[in-house]
């Protein structure tokens, strides 16, 4: 008898350190500052995917501060962006064959240059190397009157855009 009761205090204890292992892990668990999101939509024929990891403004300056000019960004947070296309299209009236790329911008108040780069799987921009670029485009940043406080992609009618503070970086595609 002695040895079932001590059995079972064991079996007790052991359930004890499994819940209270558990309810830590869970109650430790905090949503991710940048989560993971996704956006597809067609443009003609074409379907277009982005996943990109989307922070917030949270009061910060972004824009030439976060995200300095002149200087490569993953255009988002996280892994890099990813773009993929399952048809050839036209961006800014370049050429971009069907695939997955990952999307960098070198931000710039006047200009801003996008790029499609052919390693699709990468860390953010710090392994982001120049000679896999399959294709670069200079587009010119508008300035929006509304905040966009998460990082946002859209996908709509000829246009992919990124929007995020107080900009919109529109790409026109065909």
Not at 37 to 61: C, F
Not at 74 to 85: I, K, L
Not at 153 to 169: G, M, R, S, Y
């Amino acid at each position: 008898m002695f040895y079932h009761q001590k059995y079972t205090m064991k079996k007790i204890i052991g359930l004890l350190l499994i819940f209270i292992a558990t309810t830590n892990f869970a109650l430790g668990q905090k949503a991710k500052a940048s989560p993971r999101e996704s956006v597809t939509g067609k443009i003609n024929t074409a379907t277009i995917s982005i996943d990109y990891g989307s922070p917030s403004v949270k009061n910060r300056k972004i824009w030439g501060a976060l995200v300095p000019f002149n200087k490569i960004w993953r255009a988002g947070a996280n892994e890099a962006t990813t773009f993929e296309t399952d048809k050839e299209l036209f961006v800014e009236g370049k050429k971009l064959p069907a695939g997955k790329y990952s999307l960098f911008i070198i931000p710039n108040e006047k200009k801003c240059v996008v790029i499609f780069n052919k390693k699709a799987k990468q860390w953010g921009a710090y392994n982001y190397d120049e000679d896999l670029d399959q294709l670069r485009v200079e587009v010119s940043p508008k300035k929006e009157s509304k905040i966009t406080e998460k990082l946002l992609f859209l996908v709509k009618e000829n246009t992919v855009a990124l929007l995020w503070d107080n900009w919109q970086i529109a790409l026109e595609i065909k």
